[in-house]
T-cell receptor, first 113, second 111 residues
Framework: QQPVQSPQAVILREGEDAVINCSSS?????VHWYRQKHGEAPVFLMI?????EQKGHEKISASFNEKKQQSSLYLTASQLSYSGTYFC??????????????FGKGTKLSVKP | NAGVTQTPKFRILKIGQSMTLQCTQD?????MYWYRQDPGMGLKLIYY???????DKGEVPNGYNVSRSTTEDFPLRLELAAPSQTSVYFC??????????FGPGTRLLVL
């Protein structure tokens, strides 16, 4: 049930782009993306809902392919502040006890000057 | 608006000791959660609550207990601490199926 994230780690130079993928074996209602810096709590980035609605930062983009049960997070023109571990959380059903996020193991992104 | 607050920030326990991790939110969220995060790993759900008086087990509930007597508070109880419970514990809250807001975390070391 745990979504699979790829790559596990990526190193970028400032200004380069990166794509982080999140795949599930189950049908998804929504995908949530969070970023966590070392020693800090996860911080919300974006929610992608079944049907195409998105909620989140203007400077970060993502896609959600419902048929493939996949989501991708696009980080363009990376900045040093983008460094951290990115987690996707998947929500399989809406409502009741099935409505909990299951988080992937994370993708560690390091942006170098 | 303080958001989600957790106490203590750090604690060392001896094997077999008990403690309560406190979590409070001031956003009037119905849903609250407890996660643990082991080094280099993702977040695993311990317990969650969809409202005062309602709690349910998550993925890794063994060794923990929770209660939810008010909308604001969601304490996590460790009854007999074991080294396997060494971890960072995060509390979070949200509206149903919406953005989860995380507290700063409690680092627990069991020796």
């Amino acid at each position: 049930q745990q979504p699979v994230q790829s790559p596990q780690a990526v190193i970028l130079r400032e200004g380069e782009d990166a794509v982080i993928n999140c795949s599930s074996s189950k049908a998804l209602y929504s995908v949530h993306w969070y970023r966590q810096k070392h020693g800090e709590a996860p911080v919300f980035l974006m929610i992608l809902l079944k049907g195409g609605e998105q909620k989140g930062h203007e400077k970060i983009s993502a896609s959600f392919n419902e048929k493939k049960q996949q989501s991708s997070l696009y980080l363009t023109a990376s900045q040093l502040s983008y460094s951290g571990t990115y987690f996707c959380g998947t929500l399989m059903n809406y409502g009741g006890s099935q409505g909990n996020l299951i988080f992937g193991k994370g993708t560690k992104l390091s942006v170098k000057p | 608006n303080a958001g989600v607050t957790q106490t203590p920030k750090f604690r060392i326990l001896k094997i077999g000791q008990s403690m309560t991790l406190q979590c409070t939110q001031d956003m009037n969220h119905n849903y609250m959660y407890w996660y643990r995060q082991d080094p280099g790993m993702g977040l695993k759900l311990i317990y969650y609550s969809v409202g005062a008086g309602i709690t349910d087990k998550g993925e890794v509930p063994n060794g923990y207990n929770v209660s939810r007597s008010t909308t604001e508070d969601f304490p996590l109880r460790l009854e007999l601490a074991a080294p396997s419970q060494t971890s960072v514990y995060f509390c979070a809250s949200s509206y149903p199926h919406e953005t989860q807001y995380f507290g700063p975390g409690t680092r627990l070391l069991v020796l």
